[in-house]
């Protein structure tokens, strides 16, 4: 065997490895788990430029409560939020215009922005200025019940 051989058999090897890693973490995103997600360590609520699977994380959170997104608004593409009873609120500042605009994302849950529509004709990508960690794992569907799916609505602050 010479060396360029052996070279190229641990070549294949290492792409063995690393598609069973992506496979491993693939399955510990389920929910109800203490897992990180993404990238993302638990408890944490993490903010992405680009997708939560090929992006960067620029910012994250563990905080209840509101606050302007570190990093600046108008940037989040995507988010990732891995903790187990708390729904994360982004939300859009219209400043001049009321209201604001929020969309939720349940507990253990992760989202690319893009893939949902804004009322401002855009996606919901680079228009977050605040984030808010909630005190409920779940959404409300705009006629009073609880859900586990991405919810949007007005803010009125
Ligand atoms: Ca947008
Ligand atoms: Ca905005």
Not at 13 to 27: I, K
Not at 144 to 154: I, S
């Amino acid at each position: 065997m010479t060396l360029r051989t052996i070279r190229t058999r641990l070549g294949a090897a290492a792409l063995a490895v690393a598609s069973l890693t992506a496979g491993a973490v693939t399955m510990s995103a389920s929910p109800a788990s203490a897992a990180s997600m993404h990238g993302c360590s638990y408890p944490r609520v993490c903010l992405y430029d680009h997708s939560y699977q090929n992006g960067n994380i620029f910012s994250s959170y563990q905080q209840y409560g509101t606050q302007a997104i570190i990093g600046g608004g108008n940037r989040v593409d995507a988010l990732v939020n891995t903790r187990n009873d708390d729904a994360v609120w982004l939300i859009d500042r219209t400043p001049g215009t009321a209201p604001d605009w929020y969309i939720c994302i349940p507990q253990n849950t992760a989202v690319n922005l893009g893939d949902y529509a804004h009322p401002n004709g855009t996606t919901w990508a680079n228009d977050a200025d605040d984030i808010s960690i909630r005190y409920e794992g779940t959404c409300d569907d705009r006629g009073g019940a609880a859900t586990y799916r991405v919810q949007q609505g007005t803010y009125w602050a």
